[in-house]
């Protein structure tokens, strides 16, 4: 298998995505926009995350885009790329100006129906 590198990814990704069905609601053709969202934000592509700017290059590779599906289309990419830039825990601090002791860490959690949180040992 040969190594394949690919010179500007974002774009390329587009291209194929619009080179396809765009319009289409085909599993492969959802594949090819996911990828091509997913390629925005890996490589944190800012221009591209604009989605003046994606609706603008949408329309000048396809300029009969249907209206009602690209506006689906910019509201599933806006929510993506805002899903990518998400915290999975929410950034939570201690109220307490509690000092932590070398060696331990503080835990948090959910048990029994209530959020606990608890000051542990580093195990040896």
């Known amino acids: 298998m040969a190594l394949v590198k690919y010179k500007n990814p974002v774009v390329y990704s587009f291209q194929i995505w619009m080179a396809n069905y765009p319009e289409s ?26 989605v003046d700017f994606l609706e603008k290059q949408i329309l000048k590779v396809k300029p009969t885009f249907d209206p009602d599906r690209l506006e689906q289309i910019l509201i599933a990419f806006e929510y993506l790329v805002d899903f990518h ?3 999975a825990l929410p950034n939570v601090w201690r109220d ?10 503080y835990e948090r959690g959910y048990k029994n129906g209530q959020f606990y949180e608890e000051t542990k040992q580093i195990p040896r």
Do not use: M, Q
């Open 85 to 87: 830039g998400t915290n």
């Open 25 to 50: 609601t085909h599993p492969l053709d959802r594949e090819r926009f996911l990828g091509f969202a997913k390629n925005v934000c890996r490589y944190n592509a800012k221009r591209w995350k604009d």
């Open 96 to 105: 307490e100006d509690t000092t932590i002791e070398s060696g331990h860490y």
